[in-house]
Each structure stands twice: as C-alpha cells, then as structure tokens.
C-alpha cells in the first residue's frame, strides 16, 4: 500500500509537471490535504460580502504553522493597525498623533532606510508603546533568498540598527516585502524565533503621485473592514495621514476596537 501511494503521488506530480502547473501545491489524494512546496508566492485576498472575512490565497490554517497571519480573530470586532515604513515623507507623525488620540497601538514595520533617516520618529513608535517590526533591511524580494544566512542578514542588519537607536530588542514580527514569498521563507523567519503577517485589508495608498481622495480612500476601507481585520497602510501616504484620525472614528462607530498584533500569538 506504501508504494503504490508514493507511486500515485509521482505520477500526479509528473502529470502536474507536465502540464505546465509546477510544484507549487501537490494534492494528497489519500487525505484530501494540500502541502505548499516553495515556489514563490504573492500574497493576494478574495473578497466576498461587505463585511465578511476575505479569502487569503494561502488559508489561515496553513499559515498558522508556520507561525503566520493574516487575520485576528473573526468572531471578535477587533481590528489591528498595521503600516509599512519604506522611508519617512513627513506623514508618520501625523498617523502616530491620530492614534495616540485614540488610544491605539500600531504595529511599524520599518525598512533600513527608514531607520536611518528618522531615528527620532522610530523612538517614539517605542517610546509610545507601538510594535516596531522587522521588513527586511534592502526591502528585496525575499522569495529570491534560499539560503538562511542571506535571509538572516535581511533580517538581522535591521535589528541591530533598532537597537542602537532605541536600546530595546526589536518585536519579532516579520512582513515579507511586496508580499512575496515562499513557505521556505515562513520557516526560515520562524526559525529566527518571527511571527509572519501579511494583511486581510489594505489599498492602493502607496502611489506618491497619484493619491486618492480621502472619499476614496473610505470607499475602499470602510465597506471591507471585518472582525479580525490585520489592516496594512503605508506611512507614506499623504492621504493616510489626512484622514487617520476620521477613519479610526468612523471604524469606532461601526463597533470596533483596536487590538495589539502580538494578542495574535
């Protein structure tokens, strides 16, 4: 029985092969399950309903795993900011006022750039009681890395420049630039003692020539916020920084709280 199962998954593997699928996902057959092979991946998200959990291209399951996320707890009305800091433009601290006004606690994930042109503002993420994490040092795709040295190194450059700026260990949270990754990367980052998370709600915010409106803006984030929602904004974001504040209020009066990224875990 042993070899004629190891003998079916050959042949489904060669017949995927051949097809021009890859290895990306090989059924089991026997269990109905699928294991992710490490090919790389973009993170992407299928939306259903207003107001319903979105489909993320891996389940919530399968990331778990690997000590992964991209959502909180859905039958729960609490949301979880999240923003990716490739370089300061003069918006940040306006995000940081509107949730201090809110009582809020975001979660940073911050490039070496940004820790070496605006070390003060990165001292008042810690000093407010924000989570500063980890999105690599070059900000390249990691999906590219295969070896666990180079993929410290990404890691590990920026850790070590937190810490000489603010004397603390960095949180570890890590968030694959581009959203690029391979479930090889998962285990390398989990094996750094990282928690991944990816995002069940975010929008075009980053272009810096052609920002929407604020009404844009709500269109996108007001209908699709969720229980459990990991929310991702750019701290480069003109428009973000113009409306944190009326969003966090608007997300208030729909019933919902805002929660701490490592509740998660």
């Not at 990306?24 to 973009?42: L, M, P």
């Not at 929407?212 to 701290?235: C, D, F, M, N």
């Not at 608007?250 to 701490?260: A, R, S």
Request: aromatic share 12%; glycine share 10%.
């Amino acid at each position: 029985m042993k070899y004629k199962k190891t003998l079916l998954i050959l042949l489904l593997f060669l017949v995927m092969y051949g097809a021009g699928i890859g290895a990306a996902k090989i059924v089991d057959v026997f269990s109905g399950s699928y294991a992710i092979r490490n090919t790389t991946e973009n993170w992407g998200l299928g939306f259903g309903e207003e107001g319903s959990t979105p489909t993320g291209n891996v389940s919530a399951e399968e990331l778990k795993k690997e000590d992964a996320y991209y959502v909180g707890n859905t039958a729960q009305n609490v949301i979880y900011l999240t923003f990716d800091c490739g370089y300061e433009n003069g918006n940040t601290e306006k995000i940081l006022d509107a949730l201090k006004k809110h009582n809020a606690t975001g979660a940073f994930f911050v490039v070496g750039n940004f820790l070496e042109t605006a070390p003060e503002i990165v001292k008042r993420m810690a000093k407010e009681g924000h989570l500063v994490g980890n999105h690599t040092y070059h900000h390249p795709d990691m999906s590219k890395i295969s070896d666990a040295e180079s993929f410290g190194k990404e890691i590990g450059d920026v850790e070590k420049l937190y810490r000489e700026i603010t004397g603390e260990e960095m949180a570890k949270l890590y968030r694959p630039p581009q959203g690029k990754f391979n479930m090889e990367n998962l285990r390398m980052a989990k094996e750094l003692g990282y928690h991944t998370f990816f995002w069940s709600l975010a929008y075009v915010d980053w272009y810096q020539d052609d920002q929407p409106t604020p009404e844009e803006a709500y269109a996108k984030l007001l209908p699709r916020i969720h229980p459990g929602a990991i929310v991702l904004l750019h701290s480069t974001s003109s428009t973000n920084g113009q409306i944190l504040d009326e969003l966090l209020t608007k997300w208030e009066d729909m019933g919902y709280t805002f929660g701490v990224l490592t509740d998660l875990f």
